[in-house]
């Protein structure tokens, strides 16, 4: 099958990572690194490239894509991989075992901070280091450069100048050269670069933070508002590149489950680096539950093959027979192996990366054309239409205890998800909580238009829940002269759980029960599921608006103490939403569980 790339890139993650291009007999061709990998990949398929770039994509054969943490973390990885692979397009360096520093001298009074390759014995200055590699060297050189303002010119061109140069003009300098400056002050700016290169960036950011507080009392909001800058750009380098700076060997085992579709992704770390993820969509056959599957795919993973077993084997969920499984894979590799689902810290980081990837993988296979257009063909088998399903539509009601109701509409077609066809109604006028109600302004908003001839009809309308809202969605459309329209119910069963639902089909009396396994039901799961998401997401929306509130008041367990406590860290709600899971944690009075519920809450 040839690679489409539009199918491809209509799910790929906005999320840094790293890409893998992959030729028809799955050789690898070029292996590259990304801030945004939907973006980047995008601009691959856009025609404007060189002779050699269309060369290498003319031969794609498959995108293989790892999610990481930051972008440093990509680039280190496109490093690992590289030297590995050895790609044909990518450029291959003959001498890469030397490692570079960062250099600051003893004997300028205004030193620079330096990047150096060699670390020279006689040199009078601090060296630090050494890094994994000099992509990572000149990015901690370019925030030490934003956050401090160090210089970087040679001290030839620093002797000479008479007028500060355009680095002081767009704030990446602090004109020393021209005594704009003094001694002192440039002194303490370069021991918080210094410190927050060997890792003591805590410690300055408290020292920022108490300097921001007394400039805000003594008035003086331009120095709090630069220091306030400061500390947000310090938050961001905080974050842990566990890639190259944590020990040990593992691999995260993850296990991703939606529609009726789940994939496995596999991360290795070696040495505490991570060398990449392989992506498994195992068939599940017997419909095994989803802790006894990953633990089948586990045993055969290493005991099946001749694989190297690391030290540490980690999964999403606990295995059954966890114990039995250790001792087999401690006895296979000679050796003590850990199996295990509980860990913190680093480990809990390389876990949580696994998950991503795998969620990212099983959004892009069910994305994926064949995949698509299965479900499709068996939706139409299924309910025995005569011609092609082409355009679905399904509606949903979002509220809190009937504050800010609104209703979503989504639309599938055969290329997924129509996003631009998504409409959402602010219901006004129903009484509180009355979701029949709320229904029918929905549909007959959406679908008097299309009476009047605007707009285009689905092929089947979808409704969740069951048979009231089929029965409503009936008299509104026999009130509008739309009778044409096939109608689908979608009831959950009396355990709610995905796989059990029934259909009923134009009429309550006349119900459909599939199969778990049923391309049709993961179709029509996908659609209600995204439906659900599309309204909440609204209702949220238009609730946080209507309070004229911080998004901070809204989230369970925090008070005014800890808001504040959250805003003083970060320096204000911006760094707050740019904060990660484990960062949110780190905030005094901030427990891992609210750090998550504060993440959910503030990006949906």
Known sequence: MTFDPRQFLANLTQAPGIYRMLDEHGDTLYVGKAKRLKARLASYFRGALNTKTQAMVSRIADVQVTVTRSEIEALLLEQTL????????????????????????DRHPYPALEYKRARRRHDDGRYLGPYPSSGAVRESLSLMQKIFRIRNCEDSVFAHRTRPCLQYQIQRCSAPCVGYISEADYRRDLEHAIMCLE?????????LTDAMEAASRDLAFEDAARLRDQIQHLRQLQHRQFVDTEGGDADAFALAEREGALCISVLAVRQGRLLGARHHSPDNGLGLETADLLGEFVSQYYLGQDREIPREVISSLPLPDSEILESALSRRAERRVRVTHKVRGHRSQWLELARTNAEQQLASRLASQSELDRRFDTLQQTLSLEAPVERLECFDISHSHGEATVASCVV????????SDYRRFNIEGVTAGDDYAAMRQALDRRFRRLAEG?????????????????????EVMAELGLDNIRLLGVAKGTTRKAGLETLFIETVDRTLDLPAASPALHLIQHVRDEAHRFAITGH???????RRSSALEEIDGIGPKRRRELLRFFGGL?????????????????SATLAETIHRSLHG
């Open 454 to 474: 605007e707009g285009m009809a689905p092929d089947i309308l979808l409704l969740d829940g069951g048979k009231g809202q089929l029965n409503l969605a009936r």
């Open 412 to 419: 599938f077609d055969r290329n997924g998800p129509r996003k």
């Open 82 to 105: 590289i030297k590995e692979l050895r790609p044909p397009y990518n450029i291959l360096l003959r001498d890469d075992k030397s490692y570079p520093f960062v250099f600051a001298s």
């Open 540 to 546: 949220r929306n238009r609730r946080d608006k209507a």
């Open 574 to 590: 911006q760094g707050v939403k740019q904060a990660s899971r484990e960062e949110l944690a780190r905030v005094p009075g901030i």
């Open 199 to 207: 890792g003591r960036s805590e410690q300055v950011t408290q020292e």
